[in-house]
C-alpha cells in the first residue's frame, strides 16, 4: 500500500539520519482510508502538559504495541503514561502524562499498519539481522498543534532535546496558516546536522534518536482572523530489557 521509491539505507548507516520527502513514497489503493486517516486528526483531545494556552492548543494521542515484523501483526498494550526524565526533557520531564490511546479507528487503519511496516523496514538498515524477525515494541505519537490568528508558538517547548528511542520516524501530516517551523537535527554537542522544513504531506525525518538530539524551531500564525496548524506522527521502536530498550 505504501512504499519508499529511495534507498536511503547508506545515508542512514553514515549520518544516523536522514530526510525523505513525501513525493519519495507512493501509495497504491486505499486512497478512501488514506483521507480518512488524515482526518483522524481532527477528532484528538487537548494535551494539558504543553502550556502556552494564550498562543494555542496541543492536540495529542500516544500509545504502545506490540509488532511483529514478519507478520505485521499489532497489538495494542494497555493504557500507560508518558514518561520522560528531567535529563531529557527539561519542560515536563519527571511527569506521568497521561494522554488519549489510539482509538480503533486509527488502530484499525492500513495506513497506520503500513506506516509501521515501512518504518520498520527502514530501521533494519541498522540492525543485525537476527533482531529483523523478532518482536519489538512499537510507540505511537499523533500530534496536533493549533496556533492562534497572529501568534507565535513554540512546537517543541523542551528546547534540544532526546527522546531516548532507539529509532524514530517523524511524518508531517500537513499544516495551515504556518510559518517557520523548521525541524532541525543536531549530535551530542548540539551542532546542526541536518534541517529542512515539512511543507507536504510525508515528508520525514527518520533518526537513532538515543545518538542524536532534535527540535523544532517556533511556529508563527501569520493570519489575523483565522487558526493555523501543524500536524504530525511519530513511530518508534524498542526492545524492553535489551540494548535497544528507551534510554532515560
Known amino acids: 500500500m505504501l512504499t519508499l521509491n529511495k534507498n536511503i539505507e547508506t545515508a542512514l548507516r553514515q549520518n544516523k539520519t536522514v530526510n525523505v520527502m513525501g513525493s519519495d513514497y507512493a501509495l497504491t489503493g486505499g486512497f478512501k482510508e488514506f483521507v480518512e486517516f488524515s482526518k483522524s486528526w481532527e477528532t484528538m483531545g487537548v494535551d494539558r502538559y504543553y502550556g502556552q494556552a494564550d498562543k494555542g492548543t496541543r492536540y495529542r494521542r500516544y500509545s504502545d504495541f506490540d509488532f511483529n515484523p514478519v507478520t505485521g501483526e499489532l497489538n495494542q498494550l494497555s493504557h500507560r503514561a508518558y514518561e520522560q526524565s528531567e535529563a531529557h526533557n527539561a519542560y515536563v520531564g519527571g511527569m506521568a502524562r497521561h494522554f488519549d490511546d489510539i482509538g480503533a479507528d486509527v488502530f484499525n487503519s492500513p495506513i497506520l499498519r503500513a ?12 540492525l543485525p539481522e537476527e533482531l529483523h524477525t523478532v518482536n519489538w515494541q512499537c510507540q505511537v505519537h499523533q500530534i496536533r ?3 492562534k490568528p497572529g501568534a507565535q508558538i513554540e512546537i517543541t517547548p523542551e528546547g534540544i532535546h532526546c527522546d531516548g528511542y532507539p529509532f524514530s520516524g517523524v511524518h508531517f501530516w500537513g499544516r495551515h496558516n504556518v510559518e517557520g517551523a523548521t525541524s532541525k537535527i543536531y549530535d551530542k554537542q548540539s551542532n546542526v546536522i541536518d534541517s529542512g522544513t515539512y511543507l507536504n504531506i510525508l515528508d520525514t525525518t527518520y533518526f537513532l534518536d538515543r545518538e542524536l538530539q532534535h527540535y523544532v524551531t517556533p ?3 501569520p493570519s489575523h482572523s483565522e487558526m493555523g496548524y501543524r500536524q504530525i506522527i511519530a513511530i518508534s521502536f524498542s526492545r524492553p530489557g535489551s ?3 528507551i534510554i532515560d
Open 115 to 126: 506506516l509501521i511496516r515501512l518504518d520498520f523496514d527502514v530501521y533494519k538498515a541498522v
Open 243 to 245: 540494548e535497544h530498550d
Open 145 to 147: 498543534i493549533e496556533i
Open 219 to 221: 511556529a508563527i500564525n
